[in-house]
């Protein structure tokens, strides 16, 4: 599988500020790739030098084979790009703001391809309202659409769901997995961990470094699972890994005596197990 | 082509905000008002109609300016214009759609100062002389709207506009010609008036409301005008970044 992105060596500074350090990340093609990390840990800089607006301090990056910077006109018919806040004319009407970012790439039959791109988000019946009277779901789906309008080959989408209520951020999320269904690479950031679980591969970041590199499933088998059980009316709990194996062995352990009435299991949740890792990271940090 | 678009887009924001337009329109002609107030109450020694269209230009120089800036500025910090780029527009598309866009506002305040100077202050211009001052500053107004597009490039928020209005405004108050003789200035204050742009404009108003004015003495000044256009586009162009 080639990948869309390779990232070699990048660091990013502001000032005496290291926003990115040493970042070393391929993005397989048409993967639902998840840059995880609380607010601060690098992830808007990282999507902005992909997309060419930051220029890095050291390091490759290739998107597509291109280099932002330099291969800058050809790439950017290729890549679509959702901001961290909406960036809308709040003054034009949906249709004409996806028409207008759409107008850059002179896209043949563009009307056409904003109408599709309107019913795919379930907004054509909006199309005409000012951006201003829509709520900040409907918001963040017309920005994107604007990312969308020219058909990249891969989307960077910043934080698409944040601050969206549960039934937007699902049918947001059901048209991410519709577009990785249709070839289209999408590199999403979220500060929100049980989005993670949504990708196809998850990286972990924080304080401008990689933490961890993984699938959604390999990570949630980092965290601890909380095992409560009553033996002859005493309730009694025992923390193991998360993986089968350790559960099995944990049952082995405890024999499965007939006095043992019931078992509950509470796995630790992707949050902590995030937090967890780096808060170990950032400990086993030379002091 | 891509910056015909842009035109259209601000065109199109300019008509979809009513009371920004009629602001920008009705605030110069309010200022206009209070001008004839004021020239009302001066002694009548005190040739007025020297000042009458020098700071009508002034007032569409600074508004223009200002209102540009803010505007684009705006773009900045909503996102907007790093979308634009990122979307496949260039420098070069935004800057020209963008002062296309506002030269219509630009040409609106203008007319809209030259006849309200005109009615209240009773000045009787020939025809050809009321062309040409509505063509001077028409051209200043495009002028102001390149220099706020150029100052908007160092400005990351609206407040970092508000240090350029001492630093361009005022001195064109005060070293250009419009309240004495630039020639009665320090050399440096006067080098200094002659590097901003309402000078040029001061100079072919000052000649063309003379009764017996003289085309070929503002042909230069006309000159430095349009070139102060291309100057700036081009500044402007190498100063907004596509990256940072």
């Not at chain 1, 084979?65 to 003054?91: C, E, F, H, S, V």
């Not at chain 2, 109450?41 to 803010?70: D, E, K, Q, R």
Request: glycine share 6%; proline share 4%; charged share 20%.
């Amino acid at each position: 599988m080639t990948n869309a992105v390779e990232i070699e060596n990048l660091s990013k500074d502001y000032g005496k500020l290291h926003a990115l350090n040493n970042i070393m990340l391929n993005v397989p093609e048409g993967t639902i790739y998840g840059l995880v990390g609380a607010n601060g840990s690098g992830k808007t800089t990282l999507i902005k030098v992909l997309v060419g607006a930051l220029k890095p301090t050291v390091g490759n990056v290739k998107v597509l084979g291109l280099n932002p910077l330099r291969d800058r006109w050809k790439l950017r018919r290729q890549i679509g790009y959702m901001p961290q806040t909406p960036a809308l004319y709040d003054d034009l009407s949906a249709k004409r703001n996806i028409m207008f970012f759409g107008g850059a790439q002179n896209i043949f039959d563009l009307e056409k391809k904003t109408d599709e791109i309107l019913e795919f988000a379930e907004l054509t019946n909006r199309a005409h309202d000012l951006v201003r009277t829509f709520s900040g779901g409907m918001k963040k789906r017309v920005s994107l659409c604007c990312a969308l309008i020219h058909q990249p080959k891969i989307v960077f989408l910043d934080e698409p769901t944040a601050a969206i209520d549960p039934h937007l951020k699902l049918q947001s999320w059901n048209l991410f997995h519709q577009l990785a269904r249709s070839g289209v690479t999408l590199f999403i950031s979220t500060h929100l961990m049980d989005e993670a679980l949504l990708c196809d591969k998850v990286t972990i970041l924080g304080n401008g470094e990689i933490i961890a590199v993984d699938t959604p499933q390999k990570i949630l088998e980092r965290g601890k699972t909380i095992i409560k059980f009553s033996e002859n009316g005493e309730v009694k709990e025992s923390v193991i890994d998360s993986t089968p194996g350790s559960l099995a062995k944990e049952l082995h352990r405890l024999g499965l005596k007939q006095d043992i009435t019931s078992i509950s299991f509470q796995p630790d949740n992707i949050e902590n197990i995030v937090l967890n890792i780096i808060s170990e990271k950032e400990n086993s940090k030379p002091k | 082509m891509n910056a015909l678009i842009i035109t259209k887009r601000v065109l199109k924001q300019l008509q979809g905000d009513k009371r920004f337009l009629a602001l920008s329109i009705i605030a110069p002609l309010i200022v206009i008002y209070f001008l004839k107030l004021l020239f009302d109450a001066f002694p009548p020694i005190v040739p007025i109609t020297n000042f009458t269209m020098p700071i009508g230009a002034l007032i569409v120089h600074f508004l223009s300016f200002l209102l540009c800036a803010i505007l684009l500025v705006q773009e900045r910090t909503r996102g907007t214009l790093e979308r634009m780029l990122i979307s496949g527009y260039r420098r070069t598309s935004i800057i020209g759609g963008y002062t296309l866009g506002y030269l219509g506002l630009a040409t609106i305040q203008a007319a809209a100062v030259l006849f309200e100077s005109l009615w209240l202050f009773d000045l009787k211009y020939g025809k050809e002389t009321i062309f040409i001052l509505f063509m001077v500053i028409w051209l200043l107004a495009v002028v102001s709207v390149m220099l706020g597009i150029f100052v908007s490039t160092f400005a990351r928020h609206e407040g970092h506009v508000l240090p350029f209005i001492p630093l361009i405004i005022l001195p064109s108050v005060f070293l250009t010609g419009l309240i004495i003789d630039i020639d009665a200035l320090p050399g440096w204050a006067a080098l200094i008036g002659k590097c901003l742009p309402l000078h040029y404009a001061v100079n072919i108003i000052h000649e063309i409301i003379k009764p017996e004015y003289s085309l070929h003495n503002t042909y230069l000044d006309f000159a430095i005008l349009v070139g102060y256009i291309f100057l700036l586009w081009i500044l402007a162009s190498l100063t907004l970044k596509e990256s940072e």
